[in-house]
């Protein structure tokens, strides 16, 4: 280190001691220098929140999935059957998105571009909403009534098929025996 660093860390020491031990007034820093570091916090909150849930929306927790599908089988032992759908990673990113870009104040480009692009990712998320109902309403649940009823019953009649051909194969000899017998 050079002898001006020295002397520089040495003065740097010197007023840190003398600000909290000497009762000395400290350095007041500029309005607009808060401001700034305000936003730079909120900007950093905002970098590591959108990034985790970027990648959340780019890779959707399965852990999530299955503690939904077991609150869900819980909640119909219990007889309390309500519907909660999967939370669209689409609609958390948005509202991570709003929630910071409002926290920018009005006069940043930055904060109002956060919160247009979070409304615009919450209309995906109510989009992907409506296209998991209508594919719960018009695929899923034809499938399971097709399971559940036609295919159930179709199972059943395949249980009692050798029963009946045997039975059919009984009724043929016992006729071609009483053809036999009334010639």
């Known amino acids: 280190m050079s002898l001006a660093g020295l002397k520089k860390q040495i003065n740097k020491a010197n007023q840190y001691v003398s600000e909290k031990i000497g009762g000395a007034e400290a350095t007041k820093l500029d309005e607009d220098f808060l401001e700034l570091e305000r936003k730079t916090d909120v900007t950093n909150e905002l970098m590591e929140e959108l990034q985790l849930k970027t990648r959340e929306y780019l890779q959707p927790n399965p852990a999530t999935r299955a503690k939904m599908s077991a609150i869900s089988s819980l909640s119909k032992m219990r007889g309390t059957s309500k519907y909660m759908p999967y939370p669209q990673p689409e609609g958390l990113l948005g509202d991570s998105m709003i929630k910071y ?79 036999k017998s009334e010639r």
Request: glycine share 6%; hydrophobic share 35%.
């Open 101 to 179: 870009g409002k926290d920018l104040t009005d006069e940043s480009y930055f904060g109002a571009a956060l919160c247009e692009v979070g409304e615009a990712m919450k209309q995906l998320a109510d989009i992907k909403y409506s296209l998991e109902d209508n594919v719960k309403q018009n695929f899923l649940e034809p499938l399971h009534h097709l399971q559940s009823k036609e295919l159930k019953e179709v199972m059943h009649h395949r249980k009692k098929a050798p029963g009946e051909k045997v039975r059919l194969r009984l009724q043929k000899e016992k006729e071609s025996w009483r053809i």
